[in-house]
């Protein structure tokens, strides 16, 4: 299990996130950026799959999106692109489960994910699927 020593930023975004990059180098400038985790209401699906190809996990979370326009939404101004909220979320992958604290002493909630196929968590620990395929070979 790793720990991590600081917390990392990571992207949340709206709805059909990834829609019409069809280029890796859409994930890999958000793994160049070191941020490891993109959550979004949904993803597009050459996206998705570049994502795993890369070992970058994506998840969809709506309610999450839907919460952050509730809280950080003020009518009449313009919005901020990039906030950090103070807000923590952690993601207990064997279980598919979500728990986000919005901020410290703000409500806890927990919900489902959808789950991450044994297969691609093992391309996304090996570090994407060029790794994983060496490693595979290597096997023979």
């Not at 890369?54 to 919005?79: D, H, M, W, Y």
């Amino acid at each position: 299990m790793a720990m991590l020593t600081q917390t990392p930023d990571i992207i949340v975004s709206g709805f059909n996130f990834g829609c019409g990059s069809s280029r890796e180098q859409a994930v890999t400038s958000i793994l160049a950026k070191q941020l490891p985790l993109v959550i979004s209401g949904t993803v597009g699906n050459t996206f998705s799959r570049n994502a795993i190809n890369n070992a970058l996990p994506l998840l969809e979370i709506p309610k999450l999106v839907q919460r952050l326009r509730e809280t950080f939404s003020t009518p009449g101004q313009e919005k901020a692109l990039t906030r950090r909220t103070g807000w923590t979320l952690t993601w207990d992958v064997r279980f598919s489960k979500v728990t986000v604290q919005e901020g410290k002493g703000g409500p806890t909630w927990s919900q489902k994910v959808a789950a991450l196929p044994p297969n691609l968590q093992e391309i996304i620990a090996s570090g994407g699927l060029e790794k994983w395929v060496k490693k595979e070979i290597s096997k023979s």
